[in-house]
């Protein structure tokens, strides 16, 4: 079965540098959620997509932004590029359609590393 | 504020035997919880889910307990095999609306040993 697929699984950038990570949700689901994953921490929310609106933000800073395509595909544009901003950034979509209580599906993750 | 924790960082278990990893969560508008299983260098792949209106959720060797007015789950596997050796995640989500974004603790390091 198709899976969640992010690009790049690796990036490599300087400080004060962007970046943009891509997302392409499983088929047919209408819903992209983005995490940050610090070295030994839990995933913490950034920021979801519902049908190409944005529905619900986290703790995304305002340096970072993201959109949701006609393709339902996703990007988080990261800008002014941070060291502390190294980390695992997962996507994970889920489809409402399927219920309420429906799983998030995630990628394996980009990871990020600012020098 | 840790609003789902997970407060044991790492349990080790024999093959065969039955691995219980723990979850307690703060926020009362919590009302479906999940358990995702993460190996290195990959995403955290669903396990097994349990909604609040239930108490015990089965799928094959996993369990998932809930008990809603200690605000505790666990998840139970048995028998515990070599390849369940991961990061284990409890998630939640709740508050209803479109809030279906999942709160997660911080992971418990299961190695099941030969």
């Known amino acids: 079965a198709a899976g969640v697929i992010q690009s790049p699984r690796h990036l490599i950038k300087e400080k004060r540098e962007t970046a943009t990570l891509k997302c392409y949700p499983i088929p047919r689901h209408d819903t992209v959620y983005w995490y940050q994953q610090g070295p030994g921490q839990d995933p913490q929310f950034l920021i979801s997509f519902y049908e190409k609106m944005q529905s619900d933000k986290g703790s995304i800073p305002d340096r970072f932004s993201a959109q949701q395509f006609s393709d339902y595909h996703s990007e988080l544009n990261m800008s002014s590029l941070e060291l502390g901003d190294s980390a695992l950034y997962f996507c994970a979509s889920s489809s409402t359609k399927t219920g309420y209580n429906s799983p998030l599906h995630f990628g394996n993750g980009t990871r990020l590393t600012v020098t | 504020d840790q609003q789902v924790k997970q407060n044991s960082p790492s349990l080790s278990v024999q093959e065969g035997r039955i691995s219980i990893l723990n979850c307690d969560y703060t926020?009362?508008?919590?009302?479906?919880f999940l358990w995702y299983k993460k190996y290195p260098a990959e995403g955290p792949t669903f396990l097994i889910s349990?909604?609040?209106?239930?108490d015990k959720n089965e799928d094959g060797r996993f369990t998932v307990f809930l008990n809603k007015s200690a605000k505790h789950l666990s998840l139970h596997i048995v028998p515990s095999q070599p390849g369940d050796s991961a990061v284990y995640f409890c998630a939640a989500s709740g508050s209803g609306g479109s809030n279906y974004k999942l709160t997660f603790g911080k992971g418990t390091l299961l190695t099941v040993n030969p």
């Open positions: 349990i909604s609040s209106i239930k």
């Open positions: 926020n009362s508008m919590f009302d479906y």
